[in-house]
């Protein structure tokens, strides 16, 4: 089945400095979800990126989706204490089923 | 948006009880989904309940240990049965927004199996 890696699994930064994290796909991607899960929280979407190459801007965070499809990023630029949380990408595969796969998730740890 | 509400928050629970999370809906929606995420992990799929059909489940879960009910096109139950500290997690429903771009999620059922 369709598997959505991501990577770190960890990130501590000190405030200020940036963060990204990596979704790579084993297959290609009709489109890619980011979530923010804050510390007890729920998943909260962010934003999708549906073409190739797409990027796509949030005040200081920045989203792409490569040129093949397969992969995606999420930086974030000076991060701030309430940058906290747990950053999930979803991949929806073409021509598969409707139902994004979530990755494992990357957990930002931001100290003050 | 949905918005999204979950009954119980949190619950500690005997093993071999069972426990029925119920998930409502402020909006009419066809699919209503059930996903599981235990401490640290990403969330993990278990069902698509549809009105009026039964659960679809995916690979690893079945219907025995995990039933749901969709009476309406607003409301799903969960059922966790025969429960062990294995299936102490955090369990969600979701649903899709009528475009089908996004998904809300509700703010989780905190398990904790003794």
């Known amino acids: 089945g369709q598997q959505v890696m991501q990577i770190p699994q960890y990130q501590h930064v000190q405030e200020g400095e940036d963060f990204t994290t990596y979704c790579n796909s084993s297959t290609t991607l009709s489109n890619i979800q980011w979530y923010k899960q804050r510390p007890g929280g729920h998943p909260v979407f962010l934003i999708q990126l549906v073409k190739s190459g797409e990027v796509k801007k949030q005040k200081r965070l920045t989203f792409q989706f490569g040129e093949a499809k397969k992969n995606s990023s999420l930086h974030i630029t000076a991060t701030q204490t309430t940058d906290v949380g747990t950053y999930f990408c979803?991949?929806?595969?073409?021509?598969?089923?409707?139902?994004?796969?979530f990755g494992r998730g990357t957990s930002l740890i931001v100290h003050p | 948006s949905a918005v999204i509400s979950q009954k119980p928050s949190r619950d500690i629970c005997q093993r071999g009880t069972s426990l029925t999370i119920q998930c409502q809906v402020d909006?009419?929606?066809?699919?209503m989904f059930w996903y599981r995420q235990q401490p640290g992990q990403s969330l993990t799929l278990i069902a698509t309940?549809?009105?009026?059909?039964?659960?679809?489940?995916e690979s690893g879960f079945v219907i025995d240990k995990f039933p749901i009910s969709r009476p309406n096109l607003t409301f799903s139950t969960l059922t966790v049965s025969n429960m062990s500290p294995e299936d102490s997690s955090i369990y969600l429903c979701s649903v899709f927004s009528l475009r089908g771009n996004e998904q809300f999620f509700g703010p989780g059922t905190r398990l904790t199996v003794l």
């Open positions: 309940a549809n009105q009026g059909s039964e659960a679809t489940y």
């Open positions: 979803a991949g929806l595969t073409s021509g598969g089923s409707y139902i994004p796969t």
């Open positions: 909006s009419q929606v066809t699919m």
